[in-house]
């Protein structure tokens, strides 16, 4: 391998600065978090909730597992009237659900297209939203984060409301899982091999649609870096799912 085909792989294979990534997101650009490879080793595509238009969600749910999750702080969830999903969370990782929402607008069908969910999504990231503004059930997943961010818990979903607050675009974001769609079985409806996208298969979806990556661990040293070492309750080395 030639010195400049040798870099080129070691380049695509290199995660974002923190700082990169943070610029992207306020951009209003998808970005890429992976969790430890010791825990799912999986990547989720997010966005803020207040920058995803149709065409956004279009794109998320082509390339993802299509289950849209909106992370958002636990009193913004309160003051939504959003409970938890279930009074007994038997999530392995306390994955904390709340019921799950519709925008109530005229333009809203089924509530499960891209325009539908993108719209019930920018809706959560309205400052002058109020419950009665959502359907219950519907076909967005909230999700509640930790107070103390991904410093209590290096899950998906704090690390979504930790962008949203580091970019300045509000508190809410959208997460969903980046999926593997395998092989196409000749001459049949099904697909082989497919599966979850890990480390390698993230960066080189990052590297073909020109998007910023990065890893949870990086995002927690980072901030302890700029805030000092927090005092999480060590939930964080259980981890969540999302």
Not at 194 to 222: H, P, Q, Y
């Amino acid at each position: 391998m030639s010195v400049l085909s040798k870099n080129h792989v070691e380049e695509s294979q290199r995660f974002d600065s923190i700082e990169d990534t943070i610029a992207a997101f306020k951009n209003g650009d998808f970005i890429i978090v992976l969790d430890s490879p010791q825990r799912e080793n999986e990547g989720d595509l997010i966005i803020s909730a207040a920058h995803f238009t149709p065409s956004k969600a279009a794109f998320m749910i082509r390339h993802t597992s299509g289950l849209l999750c909106a992370p958002l702080p636990s009193p913004l969830a309160d003051r939504l009237d959003l409970p938890a999903m279930v009074a007994d969370n038997r999530d392995p990782h306390r994955t904390a659900y709340t019921v799950s929402i519709d925008a109530d607008d005229a333009s809203v069908s089924t509530g499960i297209s891209a325009h539908d969910r993108s719209l019930t999504c920018r809706l959560l990231a309205d400052p002058a939203a109020q419950p009665h503004r959502f359907r219950r059930p519907g076909h967005v997943f909230p999700l509640r984060a930790r107070d103390g961010g991904v410093r209590e818990r290096k899950g998906h979903t704090e690390a979504a409301v930790e962008f949203c607050r580091l970019a300045g675009v509000g508190e809410v974001g959208v997460i969903s899982e980046l999926v593997d769609d395998g092989w196409q079985v000749q001459g049949r409806a099904e697909r082989g091999e497919a599966g979850m996208m890990r480390r390698d298969a993230c960066l080189r979806f990052a590297r073909r649609w020109d998007l910023r990556i990065c890893t949870i661990e990086a995002l927690v040293e980072w901030l302890e870096r700029r805030d000092g070492v927090g005092d999480g309750d060590g939930e964080g080395l259980v981890n969540g799912s999302a």
